[in-house]
């Protein structure tokens, strides 16, 4: 069993920035990539970056592209995802989860077999 703690999140003004974590644990933790997503309000879950856990490599939506980072630590099972610039739309809850295999594309949340609980980012105009 693999268990994800995001955290990070708050409430900041439009153009500020925020930095969200994710840390996993359990003695059978691997992973194929890890990724971002985010729920508003009365809309459907989307894609926001994932990254390979082996090489590093990174993959983001046309939204959040030239502004957020998705970065990892290997050594400590940990996840970022620093978001600047931020705007309005951006508020929603962002979730954290971890793909084991290879099957399916990074960005399709079905594909992931871990998510976290979940941490609410509230950007104001």
Known sequence: QVTLVESGGGLVQAGGSLRLSC???GRTFSSYAMGWFRQAP???REFVA???WSSGITLYSD???GRFTISRDNARNTVYLQMNSLKPED???YYCANKVTL?????DGGRYD???QGTQVT???
Do not use: D, H, P
């Open 23 to 25: 840390a996993a644990s």
């Open 42 to 44: 009365g809309k459907e």
């Open 50 to 52: 994932a990254i390979w």
């Open 63 to 65: 939204s959040v592209g």
């Open 91 to 93: 508020t929603a809850v």
């Open 103 to 107: 099957a399916g594309r990074v960005n």
């Open 114 to 116: 871990y998510w976290g």
């Open 123 to 125: 950007v104001s105009a």
